[in-house]
């Protein structure tokens, strides 16, 4: 029963081919093809953050409904949406576990390469959304001192123990930002990193962002590395993606092309929401049960058999930060290449530890790993 409904789906969202077909005349288009022309005869739009919903695209169109596989959602003008009668939705907290996994990843590989602990050490979590709860769960659970920055947060809930950015610039070793893009309003976060938040630091911090590139003013980051204002930099978001500062790129100590959210989990995740919106919106049922990611590769990681801090062993098997880094400063002007071919990954969850009687083993799996066991 095919209905008479046009739907366009980025080429690069995963685990989505041949479950519309039934329902759905469906074609998948590279972003750059997602245009004007393309967009006027579709109803569904399902994109990610490499297509801007804006006038220029829509207007004219017969679109009224627009689903991002992502969880930020800046590339869509939500005004403009609203005054022309289309429905937008977003994909909350699909890719937030996959954040996590990279900003453990990237804090104990600058422990182990620097030779201190984490224990102990204080991070500023600025946004406690579904990513900054993730973040502060894991650097809890590793024995860090935590500090939450929310302000929507911190002015709605009775409850909440959150300090102020000043707070955080002031006492914090890491400070990692993970606050939607808002350019606008009294909850602005674009460059809320900017030369005087750099001048309030004290601990010669390391600084965090796989938010939005233009959460942290990139020059001014770099400028602060270079007067050691702050210690280094761990980068996933990158203001003018994807041309960005080469000797952002070379100072940094992780440099990633936008990818701390690129598990198979979380696209997974993603493509089962908007496979869900749409089911809602024509009425019917459709299938979900296909969308799922891909065994990890080796999913047994044997610790009994490696030399060093189980944990940081056991994270950096599931996620190298590393290896990213690595290709990204090789060939920059690669940056999109490398996102569009990139081998997604599995979280913690799809990994078995296998480690002697250790006191790890609590820590492992409040981390997510599967039921780590004598062996
Ligand atoms: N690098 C990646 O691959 C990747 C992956 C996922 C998400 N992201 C980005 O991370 C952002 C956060 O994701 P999320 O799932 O946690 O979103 P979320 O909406 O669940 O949480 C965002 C939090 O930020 C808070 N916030 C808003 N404005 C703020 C401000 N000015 N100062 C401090 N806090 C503020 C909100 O109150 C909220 O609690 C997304 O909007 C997206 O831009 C990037
Ligand atoms: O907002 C998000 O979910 C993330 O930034 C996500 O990783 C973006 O991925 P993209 O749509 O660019 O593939």
Known sequence: MKKNINIIIDNKIPFIKGILEPYANVRYLPPSEITKDQVKDTDILIIRTRT????????????????TATIGFDHIDTEYCKQNDIEWKNAPGCNASSVGQYILASLLLHAEQNNYSLKGKKIGIVGVGHVGSIVAHHCRTIGMTV??????????EQNGTFVSLDTIAEECDFITFHTPLNRTGIYRSFHLADNSFFKKLRKQPVIINSSRGEVVDNKALLTAYQKKEISDIIIDCWENEPDILPELLESAFIATP????????????????????????????????????PPAPFPEIDLNVCSGDPITNAVIASYDPRTDTTNLRSAPEQFENLRGNYG??????????????????????????ISPSKS
């Open 52 to 67: 801007r919903c804006n006038e220029n695209l829509l207007s004219g169109s017969r679109c009224k409904f627009i689903g």
């Open 147 to 156: 500090l939450l920055n929310d302000p929507p947060r911190a002015n709605t």
């Open 258 to 293: 936008h990818i701390a959210g690129y598990s198979a989990d979380g696209k997974s995740n993603a493509s089962r929401a908007m496979v869900r919106e749409i089911s809602r919106i024509l009425g019917i049922e459709i299938d979900t049960s296909k969308i799922t990611p």
């Open 344 to 369: 997604l990954r599995r979280e913690f969850g799809a990994y078995k530890i296998m480690l002697s009687a250790s006191e790890k083993i609590p820590v492992l799996k409040e981390l997510g790993f």
